[in-house]
Nanobody, 116 residues
Framework: QVQLVESGGGLVQPGGSLRLSCVASTIAFSTYSMGWYRQAPGKQRELVARITSGAGTNYADSVKGRFTISRDNAKNTVYLQMNSLKPEDTAVYYC??????????WGQGTQVTVSA
């Protein structure tokens, strides 16, 4: 069973930056597309960014130009660089396979709080 471990969240002021990491325990990591999702209190989980096995990327309109997804296959890790953070980015962030793919068990996520 693949395990996903997210890290890198925290409390940051509006306009600040954070870099999230997600390590996946699968030797076939390089063959999988991956996504970063977030879930704010009282809201459904939403996809914010995804990256293919070939490193093609796609972003939700709400984060385009501010967030960057990347991957390091040698480390089985997918990253989410978040710049120009806004209070509405506050959520628990998770990684997993893209919406059209069977999901691995969700990790614990990492809390991002944007507040002055």
């Amino acid at each position: 069973q693949v395990q996903l471990v997210e890290s890198g969240g925290g409390l940051v002021q509006p306009g600040g930056s954070l870099r999230l990491s997600c390590v996946a325990s699968t030797i076939a990591f390089s063959t999988y597309s991956m996504g970063w999702y977030r879930q704010a209190p009282g809201k459904q989980r939403e996809l914010v960014a995804r990256i293919t096995s070939g490193a093609g990327t796609n972003y939700a309109d709400s984060v385009k130009g501010r967030f960057t997804i990347s991957r390091d296959n040698a480390k089985n890790t997918v990253y989410l660089q978040m710049n120009s953070l806004k209070p509405e980015d506050t959520a628990v962030y998770y990684c997993n396979r893209p919406p059209w793919a069977p999901k691995w068990p969700w990790g614990q996520g990492t809390q991002v709080t944007v507040s002055a």
